[in-house]
Structures are given as C-alpha cells and as structure tokens.
C-alpha cells in the first residue's frame, strides 16, 4: 500500500493537490492519504510574554483546522483511507520530517500557497521541500 503525504494549507492550490492525488498519484493501487497542516510558529518574544501558551495552543487549533477543512471533506467524500493532522514548525522542515517519520512513498503538494510570495512561479516551500527530500514530489499547479 502507498503512503501518500499531503502537505495542505487551506489554499485552492492545496485543495487541487488533494484531489490530484485521488486521481492521478495512487495509480489505482490501494493508498493511504496523510492530510498535514503546518502551522508556522510565532516567534515574537512579545506575543509569548503577554499571550499565554494555552491561548496559542487554540490559535494554532483553529487556523489548523481551518486550512485541513477543504481537504478533510474531498477525502471524505472520496471514502478514501486518510489522517489529517496539524503540527507547528518550519514549514518545509516539518513536511519532510513528517513525510520521514510516517515512511511516505511520495508527496503531492501545492506549487503556491497562501505564503506572502504568491508572485513566484513555483512558492518557496514547495521549492524548499523538493530540495530537502528523498521521495518522488508532485507538484500540482
């Protein structure tokens, strides 16, 4: 069975990636789907000192769950086997990580996102993971 990492982040970009992966990348083999939103982490001294970690802990929450809710719903609809998690770090860093520790066979992501680049042809974390990786990545348009 396939294990197939997609990295999502509320994006239409994201959202075209889930269903490409339905499509085109399990090649009609059985597949596993892990659904991943990496929320970036604040890094403000400031906002940690007046804002306390239980208040950040729900932020993260809700904008996680905002960003997977698009692509929880194709899988569902799809009755496709699939996890959807959120985790907090670097983005690209922590999509590789992840891809890693759950011995994914591939990544199908995004090409732009949400991120404040939107004017580059390819976004940096897309172009970040396809160097840090070792796996085959789809990059969806």
Request: charged letters at 20%; a neutral charge; aromatic letters at 4%.
């Amino acid at each position: 069975m396939k294990t197939i990492l997609i990295p999502v982040d509320g994006s239409e970009s994201s959202t075209r990636a889930v269903k490409a992966a339905l499509t085109n990348v399990a090649d009609g083999g059985p597949a596993h789907f892990h659904i991943l939103n990496v929320q970036p982490p604040i890094i403000s001294g400031n906002v940690k000192r007046f804002v306390s970690k239980e208040v950040i802990d729900d932020y993260y929450l809700e904008e996680g769950q905002k960003a997977l809710s698009a692509a929880v719903a194709v899988m569902e609809e799809a009755g496709a086997p699939f996890d959807a998690k959120m985790e907090v770090g670097h983005i690209a860093e922590t999509i590789v990580h992840y891809a890693e520790k759950h011995h994914c066979d591939r990544i199908v992501m995004g090409t732009r996102g949400r991120g404040p680049v939107s004017g580059l042809l390819l976004g940096s974390v897309a172009t970040k993971v396809l160097h840090l990786v070792n796996i085959p990545v789809t990059l969806v348009k």
